[in-house]
């Protein structure tokens, strides 16, 4: 099984932002990244394309495709799993890094903003933590981030999982 990290934290603690940066760089360095959003909410499908608009008219499975890029719409009549999906993406990628999930038992940075919120989550498998405040590093048994450090942050995941 390929790594899995997620990065978890309060609604607009910055979480999407930090992960496309540190996927970024992750992507310089030559380590290949899938990332799989949780979107608790559901997904708005654009109508205002073709591809969105064939998949809203009920077709459950759209593929919009063109030399280089690949968009896949696809509608299951029961819930996926985390892991169905991790192994769905995994044989593309050298790390899979989600974005929510904090439940899901995999190793987990804490996003968090002082202005959004300072109460810790309760997460299983803590690595690392984002702050724009002195967060606590749990006696030093995770380590803390600013969202400046965005290419420490990547180097210490490339060291963790040993990529």
Known sequence: MKPVVSFVGWHNAGKTTLLTRVARVLQEKGIEVAVIKHAHHGIDIDTANDSGNIFASGVPLVV?????????????????????????????????????????????????RQDISCEYLDVPYLIARVADFQADDK???????????????ALYLMEYFKL
Not at 139 to 153: A, C, H, P, T
């Open 64 to 112: 919009a495709a063109c030399a280089d890029t690949e968009i896949v719409y696809r509608r299951y009549s029961t819930p996926r799993s985390l892991n169905q999906i991790v192994a769905e993406v995994a044989p593309y990628a050298d790390l899979v890094i989600t974005e929510g999930y904090k439940k899901a038992g995999y190793p987990s940075i804490e996003v968090m």
């Open 139 to 153: 006696g030093g048994k995770i380590k803390v981030f600013s969202f400046e450090q965005v290419e420490d942050l």
